[in-house]
Structure formats: structure tokens, C-alpha cells
């Protein structure tokens, strides 16, 4: 089942990081609050004896599956693992303490644990036990695989990503606010996709009423946590016969608001929505993410409309973008552009985007970045 190979070279090292990485993605969309860890057990004479990946809901750790997998086989082995093992008792005891246990003599792992209280903590105890550390290897590509975990942690927020579909001259509706569908149904479905891998999907309150979209997941693949439905709406204007409303009760939906919705907040939360009425009302979008923070919200997926991605743009809260362009043009002075908000001056004030990628998908192009540091 597993391969056999050759000796340790850094080739080596890096070829079985990767497939512990590729392990880790097993876990997509089902490991928040935590994150993707996939781990490879090597016998000390070269085989691959046990292979595991974390999922949320299985509780039992990466590193765990591929422990018992190996059984006896571990002793003297090497243990690769796409994140930090932790030293730590959370759900399930520390994995550093099976790492030992089981007589594993060399760890190699890309990244540190980005939760500051235990970060390091887990390669030093491996060290002290007296197993060999091997760090950084494909850094890049696991810390990229976990950008979410990481931003939750490290900036104590959800990981926010923007994703807005337009023609190729940047609009997202017609003049009279048509804007179904302007990409393909490829794109859509690729749209639905991504949905599936955030904790919460976001949009304004001129969206809800423009389009009455379901905001939903519909993948159809298992999820650890329902998808949360955020409504930025300072007012409570939402209609109570939207469809974000109505089906309230299915699928979870939270609206927030300034404390003008106050009057209108017991019958929204008679729908089963709930409302959080928040300071200064949710026109601070770093307010709103410090209220999804609470929620233990790890990553969050704007959709709109211009008026939200303009106020995410400017206080410099989007993480990572993704713009389908359809292969058409709509033109028009009033026909909203994808991203609002006052915009800059200077173009030196624009923001620039880094580490771009492009696919086609169905007819659209989809563009994929980060915004530079
Ligand atoms: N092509 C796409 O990808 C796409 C996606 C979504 C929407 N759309 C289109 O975009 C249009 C709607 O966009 P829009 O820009 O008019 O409205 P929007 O961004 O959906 O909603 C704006 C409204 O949300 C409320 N809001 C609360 N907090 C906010 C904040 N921090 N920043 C901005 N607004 C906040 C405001 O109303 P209160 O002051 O009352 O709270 C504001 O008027 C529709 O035509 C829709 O079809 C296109």
C-alpha cells in the first residue's frame, strides 16, 4: 500500500512534507476552529507505515492515525507533520507525548503552531525528549494551506476573503441593478465551493434586498459547522419575508446592527435570526469582525455588495481576494463598479495585490491575490 524508498536526503524530507500536507487537506472545510494537519509515519528502514489526517469531528489527531497505523513500525522512524505537534491538553492529550512514546527519533515539520501561548512549545519538548527537529521545510506552502488558522490567531480576528463577480470592465450589476447572473454557472458552483471552506459567509443589507439570495452552502458536502449567515444591516430594514429571514430557522443567520435596529431586533429575532446590536453600528467592519471573533468565527467570505467590499478595501481587512471576470462588458456611468467606498486619490494609495494567480473557469477568468503588506 505505502511506497518504499530510499534513503533521507532534503529531496526526501521534502517530497513526504508534501504529502503530509496533501494528507492535511482531507480536513478542508472541517477542521475550524483548528486546523489542517495531515502527518506521515517513515520505519526506520524507509517505508511509509502509517498515514493520518485531522477532521474536527473525529477528534483524534493527525498524528494519532498515523501512530496506530505504524504500531511497532514507528520505533526509530521519522515523523512528518504539516504543523507543530502540540504539547498541550486540549480535546485529546498532547501528541508530542505520542510522538515520544512511540520511539519516533526524528520530527519534521514546515511550520510552528501560530497560537501564541503554545507556539515552539511542542518542538521544544520533542527536542528535550532528544528527537531530532527539522523546521521550515515547505514553510510557504503549509503557513498558506493554514492562512486561516494563522490570522485567527495571530491577529485575533476571522481570516477575511473577498470574492466579487463582474464583467471584465468591473461592474457588478447594469444600471438598474441586474446582476443575475453575470458570471457562469461554472463559476457560481466554483463560488459555492469556497463558500464551504468558511465558517461565516458576509453581505450588505442593499444585497439581501437587491437579489433575496439564499446565502447558503449548497455542496452538498459534509460540514462540521453550519455555514453562519452574516446581514450587515444597521436599521433591521431587512424584509421579515427575505429569504435570509424565512429560513432563518434551517440555517443560521445573524444579523447586525446599530442601535437605530434596536426597535426592530425582537421580531427579527422572532424569525430565528439573531441579532447582535453592536457599537457604533456595523459600518466599523473591524467591529463586526471583533463580534465574529467572539463567535469563534475563523474565516469569513465577503460577497458583496460594493458598499461592504468598499468598507472591508479601506480599513485594510481583506486577506485575500478572488474576482471571477465574465467575458463581457456592461459599461455605463451608473452601473455600480465591484468595490465602493470614497477610493483613493493617488494611485499610490491604491492597493497593490501580490502573489496573483488566474484560472478559467467555465468561460470567466478567476483572479486570485493578497493584498501587498
Ligand atoms: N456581482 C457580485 O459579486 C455581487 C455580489 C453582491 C451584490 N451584488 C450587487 O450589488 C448591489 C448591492 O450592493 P450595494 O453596494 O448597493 O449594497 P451592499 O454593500 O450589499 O449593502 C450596503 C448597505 O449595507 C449596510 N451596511 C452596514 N454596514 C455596512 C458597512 N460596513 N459598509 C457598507 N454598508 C454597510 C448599509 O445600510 P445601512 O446603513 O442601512 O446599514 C448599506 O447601505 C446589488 O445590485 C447586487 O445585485 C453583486
Known amino acids: 500500500m505505502h511506497e518504499k524508498t530510499a534513503k533521507t536526503t532534503s529531496s526526501y524530507d521534502e ?12 480536513g478542508r472545510g472541517r477542521v475550524s476552529p483548528s486546523p489542517l494537519v495531515g502527518c506521515v509515519v517513515v520505519s526506520n528502514d524507509g517505508e511509509i507505515v502509517g498515514e493520518g489526517a485531522y477532521i474536527f469531528s473525529e477528534v483524534t489527531h493527525a498524528e494519532i492515525y498515523a501512530l496506530n497505523e505504524a504500531g511497532e513500525r514507528a520505533r526509530g ?10 504539547a498541550h491538553h486540549g480535546r485529546t492529550p498532547p501528541c508530542t507525548e505520542a510522538l515520544i512514546k512511540a520511539g519516533i527519533k526524528r520530527v ?3 511550520m510552528e503552531d501560530p497560537n501564541p501561548l503554545v507556539s515552539g512549545k511542542g518542538f521544544q519538548e520533542l ?11 515547505l514553510k510557504d506552502v503549509a503557513e498558506k494551506q493554514n492562512e486561516k488558522f494563522i490570522c485567527w490567531h495571530r491577529n485575533r480576528r476571522p481570516f477575511v476573503h473577498l470574492k466579487s463577480a463582474m464583467s471584465v470592465d468591473g461592474r457588478v450589476a447594469t444600471k438598474t441593478g441586474d446582476s443575475k447572473w453575470i458570471t457562469s454557472a461554472s463559476a457560481r458552483q466554483y463560488g459555492q465551493q469556497l463558500r464551504y471552506e468558511y465558517d461565516a459567509i458576509l453581505v450588505g443589507a442593499d444585497t439581501v434586498r437587491a437579489d433575496d439570495p439564499a446565502l447558503t452552502d449548497r ?6 459547522r453550519d455555514l453562519l449567515r452574516v446581514v450587515l444591516d444597521s436599521s ?3 424584509d421579515p419575508g427575505s429569504r435570509v429571514v424565512s429560513t432563518a430557522p434551517e440555517h443560521p443567520t445573524l444579523f447586525v446592527a446599530g442601535s437605530e435596529g434596536e426597535s426592530k431586533a425582537e421580531e427579527i429575532r422572532g424569525s430565528g435570526a439573531e441579532v ?7 459600518r466599523n467592519v473591524s467591529v463586526v469582525l471583533d463580534e465574529l471573533y467572539t463567535r469563534q468565527i475563523t474565516s469569513v467570505i465577503v460577497e458583496g455588495g460594493p458598499s461592504v467590499a468598499g468598507s472591508f478595501v479601506e480599513s485594510g481587512l481583506v486577506d485575500k481576494f478572488t474576482f471571477f471576470l465574465a467575458p463581457k462588458i456592461i459599461g455605463g456611468e451608473a452601473a455600480p463598479a465591484a468595490i465602493g467606498g470614497e477610493g483613493p486619490s493617488a494611485l499610490t494609495e491604491a492597493i497593490g495585490l501580490r502573489d496573483m494567480t488566474f484560472e478559467l473557469v467555465g468561460p470567466d477568468l478567476m483572479i486570485t491575490a493578497y493584498p501587498s503588506e
Do not use: F, N
Not at 522512524?77 to 502540540?86: D, I, K, Q
Not at 527536542?127 to 521545510?137: D, K, N, T, W
Open 219 to 224: 455542496t452538498g458536502k459534509p460540514r462540521d
Open 127 to 137: 527536542e528535550s525528549a532528544g528527537i531530532e527537529v527539522v523546521r521550515g521545510i
Open 236 to 238: 433591521l430594514r431587512t
Open 15 to 26: 517530497s513526504l512534507t508534501r504529502r503530509a500536507i496533501d494528507l492535511a487537506e482531507a
Open 276 to 282: 447582535a446590536v453592536i457599537q457604533g453600528g456595523p
Open 77 to 86: 522512524g521519522t515523523a512528518y507533520v504539516s504543523l507543530e505537534p502540540h
Open 108 to 110: 519534521v515539520c514546515p
